[in-house]
Protein backbone atom coordinates (compact mmCIF):
# COMPACT_ATOMS: atom_id res chain seq x y z
CA UNK A 1 0.00 0.00 0.00
CA UNK A 2 1.55 3.23 -1.29
CA UNK A 3 1.49 6.58 0.36
CA UNK A 4 0.57 5.86 4.15
CA UNK A 5 -0.35 8.85 7.03
CA UNK A 6 0.18 6.36 9.62
CA UNK A 7 -0.47 9.60 12.31
CA UNK A 8 -4.34 10.14 10.80
CA UNK A 9 -4.97 6.66 9.90
CA UNK A 10 -5.51 6.77 6.20
CA UNK A 11 -4.07 5.83 3.06
CA UNK A 12 -4.22 6.41 -0.72
CA UNK A 13 -5.38 3.05 -2.22
CA UNK A 14 -4.42 1.51 -5.67
CA UNK A 15 -8.65 1.93 -6.42
CA UNK A 16 -9.96 -0.68 -8.96
CA UNK A 17 -12.72 0.73 -11.40
CA UNK A 18 -14.15 -0.88 -14.52
CA UNK A 19 -12.40 -0.44 -17.68
CA UNK A 20 -13.45 2.46 -20.29
CA UNK A 21 -16.36 1.09 -22.10
CA UNK A 22 -18.19 -0.65 -19.57
CA UNK A 23 -21.87 0.09 -19.21
CA UNK A 24 -22.20 2.03 -15.69
CA UNK A 25 -25.50 1.81 -14.97
CA UNK A 26 -25.73 -2.08 -15.23
CA UNK A 27 -22.05 -2.12 -13.35
CA UNK A 28 -22.73 -0.45 -9.95
CA UNK A 29 -25.34 -1.98 -7.89
CA UNK A 30 -26.57 -0.78 -4.21
CA UNK A 31 -25.12 -2.75 -1.27
CA UNK A 32 -25.83 -6.08 -0.07
CA UNK A 33 -27.92 -5.07 3.34
CA UNK A 34 -30.42 -3.41 1.47
CA UNK A 35 -33.93 -4.25 0.43
CA UNK A 36 -33.36 -7.48 2.58
CA UNK A 37 -37.12 -7.98 3.01
CA UNK A 38 -38.11 -7.29 -0.80
CA UNK A 39 -36.63 -10.00 -3.13
CA UNK A 40 -38.64 -8.36 -5.92
CA UNK A 41 -35.86 -5.07 -6.25
CA UNK A 42 -33.44 -8.10 -6.26
CA UNK A 43 -34.97 -9.56 -8.99
CA UNK A 44 -35.51 -6.64 -10.65
CA UNK A 45 -31.58 -5.81 -10.47
CA UNK A 46 -31.19 -9.26 -12.11
CA UNK A 47 -33.15 -8.21 -15.05
CA UNK A 48 -31.75 -5.01 -15.38
CA UNK A 49 -28.00 -6.25 -15.07
CA UNK A 50 -28.66 -9.43 -17.46
CA UNK A 51 -25.49 -10.63 -19.00
CA UNK A 52 -23.76 -7.28 -18.49
CA UNK A 53 -20.38 -6.71 -16.27
CA UNK A 54 -21.70 -5.99 -13.07
CA UNK A 55 -20.85 -5.68 -9.01
CA UNK A 56 -23.79 -8.02 -8.65
CA UNK A 57 -21.77 -10.80 -9.82
CA UNK A 58 -19.18 -9.65 -6.94
CA UNK A 59 -21.32 -9.77 -3.33
CA UNK A 60 -23.74 -11.73 -2.19
CA UNK A 61 -26.95 -9.70 -1.76
CA UNK A 62 -28.57 -10.46 2.02
CA UNK A 63 -31.52 -11.40 0.98
CA UNK A 64 -30.77 -14.69 -0.02
CA UNK A 65 -28.72 -15.47 3.41
CA UNK A 66 -31.94 -17.22 5.19
CA UNK A 67 -33.82 -18.11 1.63
CA UNK A 68 -31.82 -20.27 0.34
CA UNK A 69 -29.68 -24.00 1.09
CA UNK A 70 -26.25 -23.93 2.70
CA UNK A 71 -25.43 -25.52 -1.13
CA UNK A 72 -26.83 -22.83 -2.92
CA UNK A 73 -24.79 -20.22 -0.90
CA UNK A 74 -21.78 -21.98 -0.77
CA UNK A 75 -22.70 -22.25 -4.99
CA UNK A 76 -23.24 -18.04 -4.85
CA UNK A 77 -19.82 -17.72 -2.91
CA UNK A 78 -17.63 -19.80 -5.28
CA UNK A 79 -19.21 -18.41 -8.33
CA UNK A 80 -18.84 -14.66 -7.30
CA UNK A 81 -14.97 -15.86 -6.73
CA UNK A 82 -15.03 -16.64 -10.29
CA UNK A 83 -16.34 -13.45 -11.32
CA UNK A 84 -13.74 -11.10 -9.37
CA UNK A 85 -11.06 -13.46 -10.85
CA UNK A 86 -12.58 -13.47 -14.03
CA UNK A 87 -12.94 -9.89 -14.18
CA UNK A 88 -9.47 -9.21 -13.11
CA UNK A 89 -7.93 -11.53 -15.80
CA UNK A 90 -9.76 -10.32 -18.75
CA UNK A 91 -9.21 -6.69 -18.12
CA UNK A 92 -12.90 -5.90 -16.69
CA UNK A 93 -11.12 -3.89 -13.50
CA UNK A 94 -8.13 -1.83 -14.06
CA UNK A 95 -6.28 -0.28 -11.03
CA UNK A 96 -5.30 3.52 -10.49
CA UNK A 97 -2.08 4.84 -9.52
CA UNK A 98 -2.51 5.62 -5.42
CA UNK A 99 -4.81 8.53 -4.94
CA UNK A 100 -8.28 9.42 -4.17
CA UNK A 101 -11.80 9.97 -5.75
CA UNK A 102 -13.41 12.72 -5.29
CA UNK A 103 -17.89 11.98 -5.73
CA UNK A 104 -20.78 13.86 -5.95
CA UNK A 105 -24.09 11.80 -5.09
CA UNK A 106 -27.17 13.16 -6.38
CA UNK A 107 -31.17 11.58 -5.58
CA UNK A 108 -34.31 12.89 -5.79
CA UNK A 109 -34.64 13.42 -2.21
CA UNK A 110 -31.14 15.30 -2.06
CA UNK A 111 -29.35 17.23 -4.81
CA UNK A 112 -25.96 16.99 -3.94
CA UNK A 113 -23.87 14.91 -1.52
CA UNK A 114 -19.97 15.00 -1.95
CA UNK A 115 -17.56 11.79 -0.27
CA UNK A 116 -14.20 11.24 -0.46
CA UNK A 117 -12.50 7.51 -1.15
CA UNK A 118 -10.06 6.48 0.44
CA UNK A 119 -8.36 3.79 2.53
CA UNK A 120 -8.22 3.57 6.33
CA UNK A 121 -5.90 1.75 8.68
CA UNK A 122 -7.35 -1.21 10.44
CA UNK A 123 -5.14 -0.93 13.04
CA UNK A 124 -6.41 2.20 14.36
CA UNK A 125 -10.01 0.92 14.32
CA UNK A 126 -11.78 -0.24 17.61
CA UNK A 127 -15.95 -1.03 17.79
CA UNK A 128 -15.27 -1.27 21.51
CA UNK A 129 -17.30 1.43 23.28
CA UNK A 130 -15.40 3.86 25.13
CA UNK A 131 -12.54 3.45 23.41
CA UNK A 132 -10.20 6.18 22.07
CA UNK A 133 -9.06 5.05 18.61
CA UNK A 134 -8.59 7.46 15.57
CA UNK A 135 -11.95 5.30 14.21
CA UNK A 136 -14.42 4.78 16.16
CA UNK A 137 -17.97 3.02 16.11
CA UNK A 138 -21.13 4.56 16.22
CA UNK A 139 -23.65 1.21 17.46
CA UNK A 140 -22.80 -1.63 19.40
CA UNK A 141 -21.50 -4.26 17.55
CA UNK A 142 -22.97 -7.36 17.28
CA UNK A 143 -20.68 -10.51 17.58
CA UNK A 144 -22.48 -13.19 15.83
CA UNK A 145 -22.45 -10.92 12.93
CA UNK A 146 -18.74 -11.12 12.11
CA UNK A 147 -17.67 -14.80 11.52
CA UNK A 148 -20.04 -15.29 8.37
CA UNK A 149 -18.68 -12.27 6.76
CA UNK A 150 -15.19 -13.31 7.39
CA UNK A 151 -15.79 -16.72 5.68
CA UNK A 152 -17.15 -14.24 2.78
CA UNK A 153 -14.48 -11.94 2.64
CA UNK A 154 -11.75 -14.42 3.33
CA UNK A 155 -12.63 -15.96 -0.20
CA UNK A 156 -12.60 -12.80 -2.24
CA UNK A 157 -9.15 -11.15 -3.50
CA UNK A 158 -10.80 -7.33 -3.31
CA UNK A 159 -13.37 -5.70 -1.52
CA UNK A 160 -16.13 -3.16 -2.67
CA UNK A 161 -17.17 -0.60 0.07
CA UNK A 162 -20.86 0.21 0.89
CA UNK A 163 -19.43 2.09 4.41
CA UNK A 164 -19.71 5.30 5.00
CA UNK A 165 -17.07 7.31 7.19
CA UNK A 166 -18.30 10.55 8.74
CA UNK A 167 -15.86 13.67 9.62
CA UNK A 168 -16.93 16.28 12.04
CA UNK A 169 -15.65 19.66 10.05
CA UNK A 170 -18.54 22.25 10.08
CA UNK A 171 -15.94 24.48 8.09
CA UNK A 172 -15.72 22.34 5.30
CA UNK A 173 -12.24 22.11 4.90
CA UNK A 174 -11.19 18.30 3.44
CA UNK A 175 -13.82 17.43 1.05
CA UNK A 176 -15.65 20.49 -0.29
CA UNK A 177 -12.51 22.75 -1.66
CA UNK A 178 -11.18 19.23 -2.81
CA UNK A 179 -14.10 18.59 -4.97
CA UNK A 180 -14.28 22.35 -6.07
CA UNK A 181 -10.20 21.71 -7.46
CA UNK A 182 -10.21 18.25 -8.90
CA UNK A 183 -13.36 19.00 -10.74
CA UNK A 184 -12.47 21.97 -12.67
CA UNK A 185 -10.85 19.84 -15.16
CA UNK A 186 -12.57 17.14 -17.13
CA UNK A 187 -9.63 15.21 -16.87
CA UNK A 188 -9.91 14.18 -14.04
CA UNK A 189 -13.30 12.49 -14.39
CA UNK A 190 -13.47 8.91 -13.95
CA UNK A 191 -17.38 8.13 -13.81
CA UNK A 192 -20.70 9.81 -14.49
CA UNK A 193 -23.34 7.37 -14.69
CA UNK A 194 -26.94 7.40 -13.39
CA UNK A 195 -27.74 4.66 -10.79
CA UNK A 196 -30.33 1.77 -11.48
CA UNK A 197 -33.13 0.88 -9.54
CA UNK A 198 -34.06 4.98 -8.94
CA UNK A 199 -30.36 5.45 -6.96
CA UNK A 200 -30.00 9.07 -8.92
CA UNK A 201 -26.49 9.74 -10.06
CA UNK A 202 -23.23 10.22 -9.04
CA UNK A 203 -19.62 11.36 -10.88
CA UNK A 204 -16.22 10.81 -9.40
CA UNK A 205 -13.32 12.58 -9.81
CA UNK A 206 -9.70 11.13 -9.23
CA UNK A 207 -6.78 12.55 -8.03
CA UNK A 208 -3.22 11.14 -7.50
CA UNK A 209 -1.34 10.70 -3.76
CA UNK A 210 1.23 13.13 -5.24
CA UNK A 211 -1.23 16.28 -6.38
CA UNK A 212 -1.32 19.60 -4.56
CA UNK A 213 -5.27 18.32 -4.20
CA UNK A 214 -4.27 15.33 -2.38
CA UNK A 215 -1.77 17.12 -0.12
CA UNK A 216 -4.56 19.29 1.11
CA UNK A 217 -6.68 16.74 1.67
CA UNK A 218 -4.34 15.16 4.55
CA UNK A 219 -2.84 18.75 5.48
CA UNK A 220 -7.23 19.49 6.44
CA UNK A 221 -7.39 15.85 7.61
CA UNK A 222 -4.78 16.71 10.37
CA UNK A 223 -5.88 20.13 11.15
CA UNK A 224 -9.30 18.18 11.92
CA UNK A 225 -7.03 15.66 14.11
CA UNK A 226 -5.30 18.61 15.92
CA UNK A 227 -8.77 20.17 17.10
CA UNK A 228 -9.85 16.82 18.26
CA UNK A 229 -9.56 16.55 22.01
CA UNK A 230 -9.58 12.93 22.44
CA UNK A 231 -7.61 11.88 19.05
CA UNK A 232 -11.35 10.95 17.37
CA UNK A 233 -11.49 11.75 13.94
CA UNK A 234 -13.31 9.35 12.00
CA UNK A 235 -17.06 7.58 13.08
CA UNK A 236 -18.64 5.04 11.05
CA UNK A 237 -22.03 5.99 9.73
CA UNK A 238 -23.36 3.11 7.92
CA UNK A 239 -21.48 -0.34 7.48
CA UNK A 240 -20.34 -1.13 10.86
CA UNK A 241 -20.69 -4.70 11.22
CA UNK A 242 -18.31 -4.57 7.36
CA UNK A 243 -15.85 -2.62 8.50
CA UNK A 244 -15.28 -4.73 11.95
CA UNK A 245 -15.30 -8.01 9.69
CA UNK A 246 -12.53 -5.58 7.55
CA UNK A 247 -10.55 -5.88 10.83
CA UNK A 248 -10.92 -9.31 11.58
CA UNK A 249 -9.82 -10.63 8.46
CA UNK A 250 -6.72 -8.51 8.90
CA UNK A 251 -6.38 -9.59 12.22
CA UNK A 252 -6.13 -13.26 11.23
CA UNK A 253 -4.20 -12.07 7.90
CA UNK A 254 -1.65 -10.56 10.03
CA UNK A 255 -0.95 -13.38 12.00
CA UNK A 256 -0.14 -15.36 8.76
CA UNK A 257 3.19 -12.00 8.14
CA UNK A 258 6.30 -11.51 9.19
CA UNK A 259 6.70 -8.13 10.71
CA UNK A 260 8.51 -6.27 7.83
CA UNK A 261 5.14 -7.06 5.26
CA UNK A 262 2.57 -5.59 7.75
CA UNK A 263 2.49 -2.45 7.17
CA UNK A 264 2.10 -2.42 3.87
CA UNK A 265 0.01 -5.22 3.24
CA UNK A 266 -3.39 -4.28 1.17
CA UNK A 267 -5.75 -5.93 3.85
CA UNK A 268 -4.91 -3.72 6.58
CA UNK A 269 -6.07 -1.03 4.77
CA UNK A 270 -10.02 -0.76 3.90
CA UNK A 271 -11.53 1.24 1.51
CA UNK A 272 -14.42 3.17 2.65
CA UNK A 273 -16.40 6.57 1.34
CA UNK A 274 -16.03 9.39 3.72
CA UNK A 275 -18.60 12.18 4.26
CA UNK A 276 -18.72 15.62 6.21
CA UNK A 277 -21.26 15.01 9.12
CA UNK A 278 -22.16 18.65 8.03
CA UNK A 279 -22.92 18.16 4.03
CA UNK A 280 -25.79 19.59 3.45
CA UNK A 281 -27.37 16.61 1.44
CA UNK A 282 -26.61 14.44 4.43
CA UNK A 283 -30.12 13.41 6.14
CA UNK A 284 -29.99 12.11 9.85
CA UNK A 285 -33.60 10.66 10.79
CA UNK A 286 -33.87 8.94 14.07
CA UNK A 287 -35.45 5.70 13.94
CA UNK A 288 -38.49 5.32 16.40
CA UNK A 289 -40.31 2.37 17.96
CA UNK A 290 -43.73 0.47 18.19
CA UNK A 291 -43.86 -1.37 21.03
CA UNK A 292 -46.20 -4.40 20.80
CA UNK A 293 -48.50 -5.10 23.82
CA UNK A 294 -47.94 -2.01 25.59
CA UNK A 295 -50.88 0.07 26.91
CA UNK A 296 -51.24 3.87 28.01
CA UNK A 297 -51.61 2.15 31.74
CA UNK A 298 -49.22 -0.57 31.70
CA UNK A 299 -46.57 2.49 30.22
CA UNK A 300 -47.50 4.87 33.35
CA UNK A 301 -47.20 2.29 35.38
CA UNK A 302 -43.74 0.29 34.28
CA UNK A 303 -42.52 4.13 33.49
CA UNK A 304 -43.32 5.33 36.71
CA UNK A 305 -41.27 2.72 38.48
CA UNK A 306 -38.38 2.52 35.86
CA UNK A 307 -37.69 6.48 36.00
CA UNK A 308 -38.64 7.14 39.93
CA UNK A 309 -35.57 8.59 39.93
CA UNK A 310 -35.13 10.66 36.88
CA UNK A 311 -38.45 12.92 37.36
CA UNK A 312 -40.70 11.08 35.25
CA UNK A 313 -43.70 13.08 33.90
CA UNK A 314 -46.48 12.64 31.28
CA UNK A 315 -48.01 15.92 29.77
CA UNK A 316 -50.18 16.57 26.60
CA UNK A 317 -48.39 16.56 23.28
CA UNK A 318 -47.21 20.44 22.93
CA UNK A 319 -44.26 19.49 25.16
CA UNK A 320 -42.77 17.49 22.31
CA UNK A 321 -39.10 19.56 21.38
CA UNK A 322 -38.25 17.77 18.15
CA UNK A 323 -34.19 18.89 18.71
CA UNK A 324 -34.03 18.48 22.87
CA UNK A 325 -34.51 21.60 24.90
CA UNK A 326 -32.40 23.91 26.87
CA UNK A 327 -32.92 22.62 30.28
CA UNK A 328 -31.55 19.11 29.55
CA UNK A 329 -34.55 17.25 29.78
CA UNK A 330 -35.65 14.67 27.47
CA UNK A 331 -39.25 14.81 25.97
CA UNK A 332 -40.47 11.74 23.43
CA UNK A 333 -44.15 11.89 21.79
CA UNK A 334 -46.16 8.68 22.53
CA UNK A 335 -49.37 7.83 20.17
CA UNK A 336 -51.83 5.81 20.19
CA UNK A 337 -53.25 6.05 17.02
CA UNK A 338 -55.81 7.97 17.88
CA UNK A 339 -54.00 10.19 21.09
CA UNK A 340 -50.64 11.75 21.42
CA UNK A 341 -49.08 12.55 24.73
CA UNK A 342 -45.77 13.03 25.90
CA UNK A 343 -43.34 11.31 28.49
CA UNK A 344 -40.94 13.73 29.76
CA UNK A 345 -37.57 13.18 31.65
CA UNK A 346 -36.55 15.63 33.72
CA UNK A 347 -33.42 14.53 35.11
CA UNK A 348 -31.89 11.97 32.76
CA UNK A 349 -29.36 9.30 33.55
CA UNK A 350 -28.50 8.95 29.52
CA UNK A 351 -27.62 11.70 26.82
CA UNK A 352 -29.82 10.74 24.81
CA UNK A 353 -33.67 10.29 24.89
CA UNK A 354 -33.37 6.82 22.55
CA UNK A 355 -30.82 5.85 25.18
CA UNK A 356 -33.26 6.46 28.13
CA UNK A 357 -36.08 5.13 26.28
CA UNK A 358 -34.16 2.07 25.42
CA UNK A 359 -33.36 1.43 28.38
CA UNK A 360 -36.86 1.14 29.86
CA UNK A 361 -38.00 -0.61 27.06
CA UNK A 362 -35.63 -3.39 27.65
CA UNK A 363 -36.58 -3.94 30.98
CA UNK A 364 -39.97 -4.44 30.03
CA UNK A 365 -39.52 -6.85 27.36
CA UNK A 366 -41.12 -9.98 27.82
CA UNK A 367 -42.78 -13.02 25.86
CA UNK A 368 -46.27 -10.60 26.07
CA UNK A 369 -44.46 -6.92 25.24
CA UNK A 370 -41.63 -6.71 22.44
CA UNK A 371 -40.28 -3.33 20.38
CA UNK A 372 -40.11 -2.99 16.57
CA UNK A 373 -37.45 -0.45 14.88
CA UNK A 374 -39.34 2.01 12.60
CA UNK A 375 -38.49 4.27 10.04
CA UNK A 376 -40.82 7.36 9.43
CA UNK A 377 -43.25 8.70 11.05
CA UNK A 378 -46.04 8.02 9.38
CA UNK A 379 -44.67 4.54 9.77
CA UNK A 380 -45.36 4.89 13.24
CA UNK A 381 -48.80 6.56 13.64
CA UNK A 382 -50.18 3.67 11.08
CA UNK A 383 -49.05 0.84 13.26
CA UNK A 384 -50.25 2.75 16.98
CA UNK A 385 -53.08 1.17 18.52
CA UNK A 386 -54.13 1.22 22.11
CA UNK A 387 -51.98 -1.95 22.83
CA UNK A 388 -49.39 -0.91 20.42
CA UNK A 389 -47.47 2.10 21.67
CA UNK A 390 -45.59 4.05 18.96
CA UNK A 391 -42.81 6.27 20.29
CA UNK A 392 -41.42 9.31 18.14
CA UNK A 393 -37.97 10.23 19.15
CA UNK A 394 -36.23 13.70 18.70
CA UNK A 395 -33.96 14.67 15.66
CA UNK A 396 -30.16 13.43 15.98
CA UNK A 397 -28.36 16.95 16.39
CA UNK A 398 -24.95 16.80 13.99
CA UNK A 399 -23.41 19.37 16.37
CA UNK A 400 -23.13 17.32 19.28
CA UNK A 401 -22.79 13.42 17.40
CA UNK A 402 -19.43 13.65 17.82
CA UNK A 403 -19.18 14.56 21.32
CA UNK A 404 -21.77 11.91 21.74
CA UNK A 405 -19.87 9.33 20.85
CA UNK A 406 -16.62 10.49 22.88
CA UNK A 407 -18.71 10.80 25.86
CA UNK A 408 -21.22 7.56 25.60
CA UNK A 409 -18.25 5.44 23.54
CA UNK A 410 -21.20 4.31 21.09
CA UNK A 411 -24.91 5.01 20.64
CA UNK A 412 -27.78 3.16 21.95
CA UNK A 413 -28.56 0.33 18.68
CA UNK A 414 -30.97 1.56 16.57
CA UNK A 415 -30.78 5.23 16.71
CA UNK A 416 -30.36 6.81 13.76
CA UNK A 417 -30.15 6.40 9.74
CA UNK A 418 -28.11 8.30 7.18
CA UNK A 419 -30.83 8.61 4.47
CA UNK A 420 -33.05 6.69 2.91
CA UNK A 421 -32.39 3.41 1.64
CA UNK A 422 -32.16 5.02 -2.40
CA UNK A 423 -29.30 6.85 -0.90
CA UNK A 424 -27.26 4.21 0.22
CA UNK A 425 -23.90 3.43 -0.97
CA UNK A 426 -23.37 1.34 -4.87
CA UNK A 427 -20.64 -1.02 -5.09
CA UNK A 428 -18.58 1.12 -7.92
CA UNK A 429 -15.12 1.09 -6.75
CA UNK A 430 -12.80 -1.79 -5.32
CA UNK A 431 -9.73 -2.54 -4.05
CA UNK A 432 -7.54 -5.52 -3.51
CA UNK A 433 -6.91 -7.19 -0.44
Known sequence: MNSIYKDIAVAAPKILLPKKGTDLSKWAVIACDQFTSEPKYWEDVENTVGKAPSTLRMFLPEVYLEKETPERINERLSNITSSINNYIDEGTLTELDPGFILLDRKTKVNESRKGLMLALDLEQYDFTPGNKSRIRATEGTVLSRIPPRVRIRERAPIEMPHIMVLINDPKRTVIEPAFDAVSKDAANLVYDTDLMMDGGHIKGYFTPADSSVAEGIISALRGLLSASEDGFLFAVGDGNHSLATAKKHWENVRETLPE???????????????????????????????????????????????FASQDIKFTDASAFAKEGTADGSQTILVTTGKEDFTMVIGKPAHTLAVGSLQGFLDSIESDSIHTDYIHGEDSVRSLAEEDKLGFLLPDVSKNSFFETISKEGVFPRKTFSMGEAIEKRYYLEAKKI
Do not use: M
Open 260 to 306: SERESHPARYCLVEIVNIHDNGLQFEPIHRVTFGLTKEKLTEAANTY
